[in-house]
């Protein structure tokens, strides 16, 4: 069932070495610590098809994606000189919908990174029950270290690298970190110059004067939000006059913390790449958004003590958002986070045996394939609206998707507490049965 495309030459090895994480005592009845990422998705699908009695062979068709493709391709920089660069397309699987995902520029990304971002889409998509797989993309590059003309270059020559495989009905990017609309206005139009037609269900997440959607931008921060709203709950306490901190300040992070600042609660810690900042009585957070347009980074304002990303994490707050990368909270941390409740905005940012102390120790974590997903769903609009040609407001946008959102976290919880299971595990045992479902319902071929 599974292909592959490659390069000549690609090995198949890891691009990039990831930074290993600190070592810290084994914990009895956790799971060994990890850091690569495919590593902890496989063992999060292992626990979920253990739980479910997974047919083995159902089991082992999720453990592979259906289809990768890695690409060396030319960049001429403005100096005049040559670059290969390196990227990747991994479309995890198809059987409930055409495979969605976003596209990274990161020196860090490789395959291992991509896969796995590609199976949390996978369930991420069908947790909130729409009609797509999991996908996702990656190029080996700073986006920082690139003028605009360099990085528009590296984006049409790798779209078209990929457009054997992508297109409005089988696989749609989206932007993801070190990407923007832009970026996707770019690939758009480099496929769409492909087919001789304008293609703007090609991607989502793209500017609204080319087919984007309207909220998609504050999509997955106003979803944040939402879940956060219905978690605090869970500990007695309301949004309003709550303590957050939240670790990143991008397309993620820096939208949810402006939206908790609208919506009352105490924002007391932001962190971005640089550093972060922390003040017991509340952060100005429009300032703060302000002062990172301005100069790249909030680490120049000087409304809060200097504090580092990690730091951040173990602070004494009601809700903790790690929404920067993958691997923060690990076994060397997990028993200082203390938060009451930890939403998940970035993709894999716990590890699994992170969160086997997390739930002992009784926080209450939202993972991150229902707390994020409110990008998808407005992507989702998006692709809707684009193939229909008809557009909604961002009023209506907003609405559905927060719908969605709380009656995805409906039905987790209830599998969580009727199955006296934590909130992953819950989410994952709905997501991965509904793939399941759908490969048996419509059979192995031949």
Not at 297 to 322: F, M, N, S, W, Y
Request: charged share 20%; proline share 5%.
């Amino acid at each position: 069932m599974s292909s592959v495309i490659s390069k000549p030459g690609h090995t198949g090895h890891r691009s990039v070495r990831r930074a290993e994480l600190p070592t810290a005592p084994h914990r009895e009845g956790a799971p060994p610590e990890s850091s690569n990422p495919y590593s902890n998705a496989l063992q999060q699908l292992a626990n979920a098809a253990e739980y479910l009695n997974l047919d083995p062979g159902l089991h082992e068709v999720l453990k592979h994606p259906q289809r990768e493709l890695t690409v060396h391709f030319p960049v001429k920089m403005e100096n005049g000189t040559t670059r290969i660069f390196t990227g990747f397309r991994v479309q995890h699987n198809i059987a409930r919908g055409p495979s969605k995902g976003g596209l990274r520029y990161s020196l860090q990304t490789d395959l291992d990174e991509v896969r796995a971002l590609a199976m949390w889409m996978t369930w991420k998509c069908a947790i909130v029950n729409i009609p797509f797989g999991g996908a996702k993309g990656g190029v080996i590059c700073d986006p920082r270290a690139l003028s605009m003309l360099e990085l528009e270059r590296l984006t049409r020559r790798y779209t078209s690298e990929i457009s054997a495989v992508i297109g409005e009905h089988t696989d749609i990017p989206a932007p993801d970190m070190g990407t923007n609309a832009q970026t996707m206005a770019w690939v758009m139009d480099t496929y769409s110059l492909s087919r001789g037609r304008t293609v703007a269900a090609v991607v989502t997440g793209k500017p609204v004067a080319i087919g984007g959607s309207e909220g998609r931008a504050d999509a997955t921060g106003r979803g944040i939000v939402c879940i956060a709203g219905e978690a605090i709950k869970e500990v007695g306490l309301k949004l309003s006059g709550s303590t957050v901190a939240v670790q990143g300040f991008g397309n993620v992070g820096g939208v949810a913390a402006r939206i908790f600042h609208e919506a009352g609660a105490r924002v007391v810690a932001v962190s971005d790449a640089i550093g972060g900042l922390y003040n017991p009585i509340g952060l100005d957070i429009p300032a703060l958004v302000e002062c990172a347009n301005r100069d790249g980074t909030l680490t120049t304002h000087g409304g809060g003590e200097k504090i580092g990303a990690r730091e951040l994490l173990e602070l004494d707050v009601d809700v903790l958002v790690p929404a920067a990368v993958e691997n923060q909270i690990t076994a060397e941390n997990a028993d200082r986070i203390r938060a009451k409740v930890v939403i998940e905005g970035a993709n894999g940012p716990t590890t699994p045996t992170a969160d086997h102390i997390l739930r002992e120790r009784g926080v209450f974590l939202v993972p991150d394939v229902l707390a994020n997903a409110g990008g998808v769903i407005v992507s989702y609009f998006e692709w809707v609206q684009d193939l229909q040609c008809f557009f909604w407001g961002e009023d209506e946008v907003n609405a559905k998707m927060e719908t969605i959102m709380r009656r995805a976290y409906t039905d987790v919880r209830r599998m969580a507490q009727q199955s006296d299971i934590d909130m992953r595990l819950a989410a994952y045992l709905i997501g991965v049965k509904r793939v399941a479902d759908a490969i048996t319902i419509r059979g192995i071929y031949p």
